[in-house]
């Protein structure tokens, strides 16, 4: 099976616990001055967006958690082939970790030390 293209997605997501969301906040805002974007319309989970660099960083406040988790996006050529690539060596999915809009080109999987990545569609 020959290799789909993966490049960088555009966005990494920091999934913070509720007891520490405001000093991580508070830390990209207020000592290193990120500039703070406009929130998305609609989340599921509280977030605060910051230009970082050519990145937006997602950083969401998460009921449950213990620790910060970092999850990252990977844009593949073709999403389907993509799928059936990392299947077949033995990345897991994990499309119930948080739910996609139904009509989106994409789906979770967790990599190897258990770190989440959005695979989506070239854009």
């Not at 990494?12 to 509720?18: D, F, H, L, Q, S």
């Not at 830390?27 to 660099?53: H, I, K, M, N």
Request: glycine share 6%; with cysteine; hydrophobic share 45%.
């Amino acid at each position: 099976m020959e290799r789909p293209q993966f490049t960088a997605g555009r966005n990494i997501a920091m999934k913070v616990p509720v007891h520490e969301y405001e000093s991580v906040v508070a830390f990209y805002a207020d000592v290193l001055g990120f500039e703070r974007l406009d929130a998305p319309a609609a989340s599921a989970t509280p977030t605060v967006r910051f230009a970082f660099g050519d990145k937006v960083l997602w950083i969401d406040r998460v009921p449950g958690l213990s620790q910060a988790e970092i999850w990252l996006e990977i844009v593949a050529d073709d999403v389907e082939e993509a799928a059936a690539y990392l299947a077949a060596r033995g990345c897991a999915r994990c499309d119930d970790i948080e739910p996609l809009p139904p009509d989106f080109r994409g789906f979770w999987i967790s990599a190897p030390g258990n770190i989440i990545h959005l695979i989506t569609g070239a854009r």
